[in-house]
Structure formats: structure tokens, C-alpha cells
């Protein structure tokens, strides 16, 4: 392969008369100008297109996560508030009796003045996870120590609870 030397297309460039050289100069400007439009107008043209269909997309998605964002904030303010007048004790009953776990249990009493002791007998696992959740989520009333024991019929539990305000 023979390189491309300077000095020779000097000479070739020389030897051409001045028609030849005006195509020549006129063919590097057109390619020149192609090569422009193909490696930055075209990409260019193409993002455009794409960004004018996503960006309205991106938009519909904004509004929608801030009405979510509006919907969410009265609920995580309710989450965060506490009954006035209400303690760990009375919230804790008042849940047991709401959800039908009255009968399960053997012992409740306060425990100082942010926490509850409580003991429950063949309570169904599953209702004392969801007691348990609805009892953080509604009262900030979180499981400082726990104890099941497993009963002889299958999904029911002995606990042994000991639970306390995560309130501020």
C-alpha cells in the first residue's frame, strides 16, 4: 500500500489547471459539508425526535408522582400522629379489641410510662404480624422483645410481648 505523501499531491495539485482544481476544491466542500450532516445533524435530528416523544412522557409521570406525593402526605401525617390522650396501654387494647384478640389474651399491663407488656395464647401468627404492624404503623408502637412459642395445632402461637413507643 502506498502512503499519501505531501509533496506529491503538491505536484498532482500543481499540475491541474484551474477547472480541475475548482471541481476538485468544489468535491471537498460538498463532502466536507455531507460528513458534517451525517456524523452531527442526523444524530442530532434523531435525539430530537426521541426527547419530543419522552419529554411529555416524563411530564404525564411527574404530575402523576406528585399527586401521589399530595395522596401520601395526609396519610403519613395521620401514621404520625397519636390519639390525643391516648397511651401505649388504652391504643394497645383498643386494637386487640378491634381485631377480635381479646380472648387471646392472659396478661396486658403498662410498662413504664411509653411501653406495654403483653401475653397472648394461641393467637393465629399471621393476625398477631398484622396486630403488630398496625400497631407500628398507627401508634408508633414498635416490638422490643418478643417471645413465640409454637402450638401443637399448626398457625397458632403463644407471645410474650414486650413493646414500646417509638414516638417522639
Known amino acids: 500500500m502506498t502512503r499519501l505523501n505531501p509533496e506529491r499531491l503538491r505536484e498532482i495539485w500543481i ?9 476538485l476544491a468544489m468535491g471537498g466542500a460538498l463532502l466536507v459539508i455531507v460528513l458534517l450532516f ?10 430530537l425526535a426521541r426527547l419530543r416523544v419522552s419529554v411529555p412522557q416524563d411530564r404525564t409521570q411527574l404530575e402523576h408522582m406528585r399527586a401521589l406525593a399530595d395522596a401520601v402526605r395526609p396519610m403519613r401525617a395521620k401514621l404520625r400522629t ?3 390522650g391516648a ?6 387494647d383498643a386494637m386487640l379489641t378491634a381485631q377480635n ?4 389474651v392472659t396478661h396486658l399491663e403498662a ?15 399471621n393476625t398477631l ?8 404503623d398507627t401508634q408508633q408502637l414498635v416490638v422490643d422483645s418478643a417471645t ?8 397458632l402461637v403463644n407471645a410474650n410481648l414486650r413493646l414500646r413507643s417509638d414516638a417522639p
Open 87 to 92: 397511651t401505649p396501654l388504652s391504643a394497645v
Open 82 to 84: 397519636r390519639s390525643a
Open 101 to 104: 384478640l381479646r380472648s387471646a
Open 129 to 136: 404480624v398484622s396486630l403488630l404492624t398496625e400497631l407500628q
Open 111 to 125: 410498662d413504664g410510662g411509653n411501653g406495654v407488656r403483653l401475653t397472648l395464647e394461641g393467637v393465629p401468627f
Open 38 to 47: 451525517v456524523m452531527l445533524w442526523l444524530p442530532l435530528e434523531k435525539d
Open 148 to 155: 413465640l412459642d409454637a402450638q401443637t395445632k399448626p398457625g
Open 15 to 23: 499540475g491541474l489547471n484551474a477547472s480541475e482544481r475548482r471541481l
